[in-house]
């Protein structure tokens, strides 16, 4: 198990990226701020061969983000378009030429379970960057165990729909499929509040992993933005 101080970056990092931004239509390409994200944590860190780069776009009902991993010697505005429809609006992504499947492919780690829990972390708030108003959700969770958690689970009034974990810690564990395995719970108000847990599975050989939220209990309307 983990307190939850390991959830979060252990190393001191320049994280505005203000300056690495590139004007690209009607889109911008950030190229600084996911890998300072990933460069705030000890045991996980960026193949030498690789860089990541993000486009952030605007739409009617917020922004968002996609960050990819290309080649270092590769262009970073060299991209595609890919019609999307979510939230009931079609827009465009755009994804690099010569991007991976995905960034995590080139994380690397020391294999650590510790390696494990950030990998699930700079996922997550790497994932998240660039979101705006109806894009965000993992911004406004909660990881538990907090040095409040007693006042955090008691300030609502839950409807558990299973039953209660055994710990609200963070923990690795190798699953059936002997696939490391990292489970963490977190609150998150936005429109209903809920008690969720993640389970972040990960492939044997990388740090691609499969991530499954089930909401565990709820405590009625949140917040809505």
Known sequence: MFPVHAT????????DGENEKIKVKDFLVDT??????????????????????TSLTSTGSGGYGDT?????????????????????EEYIRHRPRAALESFVLAIEGDRSPLS???AAMAYQNINEYGSQWHYVSWGRDIILPTSMTD???????????????????PHFYYDL??????TFYTINDIVYVELKEYVCTFDEDN????????VIADAGMGIIF
């Open 8 to 15: 979060f970056s252990n190393i001191i990092t320049n994280n």
């Open 32 to 53: 600084s701020r996911a890998e300072n994200i990933l460069a705030g944590y000890s045991n996980i860190w960026l193949n030498p061969d690789y860089k990541l780069i």
């Open 68 to 88: 990819y991993a290309i080649p270092k010697d590769s262009d970073p505005l060299d991209f595609i378009e890919i019609k999307v429809e979510e939230y009931g």
């Open 116 to 118: 494990y829990l950030q």
């Open 151 to 169: 006042e955090n689970m008691e300030k609502y009034r839950w409807d558990m729909l299973r039953e209660e974990p055994e710990t609200f810690q």
């Open 177 to 182: 499929a002997d696939n490391p395995t990292i």
């Open 207 to 214: 740090y691609r992993g499969k991530i499954k939220t089930n």
